[in-house]
């Protein structure tokens, strides 16, 4: 049997599910600007206390390790890696693009043939994105995209290409093919890691705690304060 804990907090939405063999038995989600370190702790608690587990009962931690938000990331990794320090237990990363994926093409027909394009927004008009196939496979890199209209021309003019995620809304408002769909509703969720974290338990893939690090994609960028003094 395998109980694992999912964290997601790579995008605005801070997000806690608990599953069981690859099914999620029930998740908790809250979109508030900045409400991960308030939140993220009293969330887990509530979600395992209304379930009736202990924390001594999760086998495993998965976490979505990115790319995302730099302060989600950290607050994410930081409870997680906490956690699975003091309970001895293993930690998942699942990819936060692949999850957003997952979620895209359990909404498909069987017979779906086309690709995945999720996106996280990372602010203005770039997003962190990846292609997958129908298989979940990714086709290239993870990269950081400035959206164009005809970026995706190429894959377009053979694939059926649904773009998901909170970046994926910015971009209908600059793309029009018949071969492009967007699921907007489709974001990063703990939901989303349930059967991905459950096959990495099986396999064994666990990260070494001393050593993980959240994928950023890109080094944090602090703003130059304005305030007199300070910068």
């Not at 071969?179 to 396999?203: I, N």
Request: glycine share 6%; hydrophobic share 40%; charged share 15%.
């Amino acid at each position: 049997m395998s109980l694992i804990l999912n964290i997601e907090t790579s995008t605005s939405i801070c997000s806690v599910s608990l599953s069981r063999e690859g099914s999620t038995l029930d998740f908790l989600e809250l979109k508030e600007a900045n409400a991960h370190a308030a939140q993220l702790a009293p969330m887990v608690d509530q979600l395992l206390q209304r379930n009736g587990v202990v924390y001594s009962q999760l086998n495993a931690i998965a976490l979505s390790q990115g790319p995302g938000s730099y302060t989600g990331l950290r607050i994410g990794s930081s409870l997680a890696k906490g956690l699975c320090y003091s309970l001895q237990i293993p930690m998942i990363a699942i990819d936060t693009l692949q999850s957003i994926a997952y979620q895209a093409l359990q909404l498909q027909s069987p017979d779906f043939e086309g690709w995945i394009q999720p996106m996280v927004d990372a602010r203005r008009m770039e997003v962190y994105t990846q292609s997958f196939d129908a298989q979940l496979k990714a086709q290239n890199p993870v990269e950081a995209v400035v959206l164009t209209p005809n970026i995706y021309d190429e894959i377009l003019q053979s694939h059926h290409l649904i773009f998901c995620g909170d970046g994926a809304p910015k971009y209908a408002t600059l793309l029009e093919h018949p071969h492009a769909h967007f699921l907007t509703q489709v974001e990063a969720s703990a939901r989303g890691m349930s059967a991905l974290s459950f096959q990495k338990f099986q396999e064994k893939q666990f990260v070494d705690l001393a050593y993980f690090e959240p994928f950023y994609l890109k080094e944090f960028a602090a703003a130059v304060s304005k305030i007199k003094g300070l910068n």
